[in-house]
């Protein structure tokens, strides 16, 4: 066991923060409906595990399906990662996690996105930001369309 999966309390104390994150999960309006037919009991052991891997473990096994094959036909958005990514942020300060043992989680999550969303999907770090007026900068829509919104390239 990791130093860093026992500053978690072991797996039971990553199984707790991923039970409340999939409760969250499961019923958020942005990307709950993704899981509708998701075994949560399953996502909750495999989860745990795969936390437990990231955060140092070498005596837990993942027993999942490899992520990029399985969330590929899912078409997964940018939006739909960050918001997951959101609530898992939620879930480990509500068990206050220490900030060392967050901050790891979250580098391997972060490490995980273009490997997990549909390439075409994602409009790199401009993606959703405001972009001042009269900076000559133009939003892209989509990254695959040499379109600007107003239809001229
Ligand atoms: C780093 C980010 C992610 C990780 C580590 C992760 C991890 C996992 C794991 C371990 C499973 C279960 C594997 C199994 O059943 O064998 C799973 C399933 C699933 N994930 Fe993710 N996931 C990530 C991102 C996302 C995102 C962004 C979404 C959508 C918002 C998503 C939606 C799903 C769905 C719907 C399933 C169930 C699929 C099924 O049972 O057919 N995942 N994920």
């Not at 060392?100 to 390439?119: F, G, K, S």
């Amino acid at each position: 066991m990791s130093q860093l999966v026992q500053r978690a309390g072991g797996l039971p104390g990553l199984e707790a923060v991923i039970v409340t994150f999939y409760d969250a999960v499961l019923r958020d309006p942005m990307i709950g409906y993704l899981f509708a037919r998701a075994d949560r009991g399953r996502l909750i052991r495999t989860e745990t595990e795969l936390a437990a891997r990231l955060l140092g473990a070498t005596d837990v096994r993942y027993s999942g399906r490899p992520l990029p094959a399985l969330h590929a036909p899912l078409r997964l958005t940018g939006g739909h990662f960050d918001r997951r990514t959101q609530l898992l942020r939620e879930a480990m300060a509500a068990h206050d996690l220490p900030d060392d043992v967050q901050a790891a989680w979250l580098e391997h999550v972060t490490d995980m996105r273009p490997h997990l969303i549909a390439a075409a999907d994602d409009c790199g770090p401009e993606a959703g930001r405001v972009v001042p007026a009269g900076t000559g900068r133009r939003l892209m829509i989509h990254a695959s369309d040499p379109k600007g919104p107003d239809g001229r390239p």
